[in-house]
Nanobody
């Protein structure tokens, strides 16, 4: 069982930046960020494998940067040029390629507002 704990959410003005972090209790193959805006389905943001291969949803590439530290078992999401449409609960996600188990964090709220 892998536990994921997000941090770093908060209130930021449009055009601002925010960095989210996720701490995992152990190393796991794939880690990712998802988000869920009010009234919308949860959507994929970005992922990174333990080998460092990254993948982004089209709407976030260039503004968001995902990274991970395998030694510390942490996952980060640097979010720049934020827009009010980025307001959402951001979730850390992890998946084991070996066991196919998936894990979710509890989410962290990001609010973009002036």
């Amino acid at each position: 069982q892998v536990q994921l704990v997000e941090s770093g959410g908060g209130l930021v003005q449009p055009g601002g930046s925010l960095r989210l972090s996720c701490a995992a209790t152990s190393t796991i193959s794939v880690m990712a960020w998802y988000r869920q805006s009010p009234g919308k389905q949860r959507e994929f943001v970005a992922s990174v494998t333990s080998g460092g291969t990254t993948k982004y949803a089209d709407s976030f590439e260039g503004r968001f940067t995902i990274s991970r530290n395998n030694y510390k078992n942490t996952l980060d999401l640097q979010m720049d040029n934020l827009d009010v449409e980025d307001t959402a609960v951001y979730y850390c996600y992890a998946r084991s390629l070996l066991t196919r188990e998936t894990f979710w964090g509890q989410g962290t709220q990001v609010t973009v507002s002036s």
